[in-house]
């Protein structure tokens, strides 16, 4: 099983940003999708998640209205759309799946991982 996660990079603030997860080994189906972020100092955070079997989403307050999680079950993508970054969006993100179609957005709960896409967002 493995995720990989792309799409991070530089933009001012207000720009926007698509990020990718990519899964392999696995299928979609009866999975929960999730994004986290980690700032420098600071605890992983849930930002996004996205249930493949129905549909169903969960965004942090921080992002509601900024963020839309998206997925393509045909590609076993999963995608993050970010628009009006502001600074305090720089971070890693990292993709997670769950071998469960439930939503969560606590890392504990969260099976496989990839690596990290870094996000830096400039005022």
């Known amino acids: 099983v493995q995720l990989q996660a792309s799409g991070g990079g530089l933009v001012q603030a207000g720009g926007s940003l698509r990020l990718s997860c990519a899964a392999s080994?696995?299928?979609?189906?009866?999975?929960?999708i999730g994004w986290f972020r980690q700032a420098p100092g600071k605890k992983r955070e849930g930002v996004s998640c996205?249930?493949?079997?129905?549909?169903?989403?969960y965004y942090a307050n921080s992002v509601k209205g900024r963020f839309t999680i998206s997925t393509d079950n045909s590609k076993n993508t999963v995608y993050l759309q970010m628009n009006s970054l502001e600074p305090e969006d720089t971070a890693v993100y990292y993709c997670a799946a769950r071998n469960n179609r439930w939503l969560s957005v606590f890392p504990g709960d969260y099976d496989y991982w990839g690596q990290g896409t870094l996000v830096t967002v400039s005022s």
């Open positions: 996205i249930s493949s079997s129905d549909g169903s989403t």
């Open positions: 080994g696995f299928t979609f189906d009866d999975y929960a």
